[in-house]
């Protein structure tokens, strides 16, 4: 752990990261309560649903990933430039919390585009450009600020180079935002533009993520004491595969940004083929070192949240070789993958919490939330292949989802109740971290 200022700083990027995911049940409520009849009324504008929709998944994952990215590069980093990391920290702040006010201050009209969906308002577009800025900043820190080289031996030099390597994609994926942005001609409908002003950014940062829960995987297997039999140096090298396909986007915008189709194209298969590199050897081998080791606690909410996180991955990744049309098998397959990322920081974020001054997390109710979170999105994600394998479309709700038959139903009624149960499970989580963080040792 670093000194007590990248506690400190690190501490206040964990706040960040709860507060996007308050904020995502906040509006998960608000969701519901827009269709609901009567209650609806109640609501200024006829496009709530959307609107709310867009803050939600931006909250629940664009905002909390990073926030807590901000969390392992802080603890990763030394006590250098400090004050830069502040700095960071106070602009993605801001933008977070104008991309949460702005459906009430400067309603706009909300467009689902994939990776970043947005309202079409200037003051969401402010927000947002801030808590880039921020995360830049929050970046190119990380990047600068290394530790000595005594803390790069071992198992711990693993986990840091992850790290590492998931700022360096990091980087990219800011890089290709921003070509993207010069690239693209303004001559697409609203939804289209900005689906392809994210798309090369978007799957790009699916590696920062990855790379960040494997390194975590890495992290929670050493904390519930399980064995992974890789040498660091294997695993290191393995993390580091696991960052090879981004330095392909450069080669992408170079070669195919006259044709948008096959820039999409390059970058989906960019996704499948090279973001198996690294999962799968390092998924594998922490999951027989977890499974395989004699006296690890079974109640230990760190093994809890690491096999989870495993298994969530995989099924998720395994999906994303069934997709075809634009159906909720693709939502099934970021579902699982997204679901594994975030259980992977949950159980890291109570794995953290007595190393940043806080209490013990409450065993009562850690330990089960893992299984109970995994188990609503399992439900929730059969339910949407289920759903996708009778062609009900993504991106659609209410009447407009054409639910015909029985089995259409049926997959959108399991999906629902798989949802809901994975709800209860993050509210668990955030109890447990509520609780332990309330008042600190």
Known sequence: MPAEGGRKLASGWLWLGIASLVGAGLFAILLVLSRTPYVQDIFPWVDFFHTALVVHVDLSVLLWFMAFAGVLWSLNSSSRFIGVGWLALVLATVGATMIALSPFIAAGKPLMSNYVPVIQSTFFFTGLIVFAIGVAVLVLRSLIAVPSADLWRGGEGSIRIGFYAAAISTVFALMAFGWSYDIIPDVFDSTQYYDLLFWGGGHVLQFTYALLMLAGWLWLASGCGATVPLTPR????????????????????????????????????????????????????????????????????????????????????????????????????????????????????????????????????????????????????????????????????????????????????????????????????????????????
Not at 391 to 417: C, I
């Open 234 to 441: 294997v695993a290191s090298a393995i993390l580091m595969l696991g960052l090879l396909p981004v330095f392909v986007t450069p080669v992408i915008y170079l070669f195919f940004a006259g044709d948008m189709g096959a820039y999409m194209e390059q970058f989906t298969q960019l996704m499948k083929v090279g973001g198996a590199f690294a999962p799968v050897p390092l998924g594998l081998a922490v999951l027989y070192g977890c499974l395989t080791t004699t006296g690890t606690a079974q109640t230990n909410p760190q093994r809890a949240a690491l096999l989870s996180s495993i298994v969530l991955f995989a099924i998720g990744g395994g999906i994303s070789l069934m997709i075809g049309d634009s159906n909720t098998i693709i939502t099934a397959h970021y579902h699982g993958t997204g679901g594994a990322i975030s259980l992977a920081f949950m159980g890291l974020t109570l794995h953290l919490l007595p190393q940043l001054g806080y209490r013990e997390p409450d065993l009562k109710w850690a330990a089960p939330m893992p299984y109970v979170y995994a188990a609503g999105q399992l439900m929730h994600i059969f339910g949407l292949m289920w759903s996708g394998g009778y062609g009900v479309q993504r991106k659609v709700a209410g009447a407009a989802q054409e639910l015909h038959g029985f089995a259409q139903t049926a997959g959108m009624g399991l999906m629902g109740l798989g949802g809901l149960i994975a709800v209860v499970g993050g509210i668990m989580f955030l109890v447990v971290v509520f609780k332990a963080m309330r008042r600190p040792v």
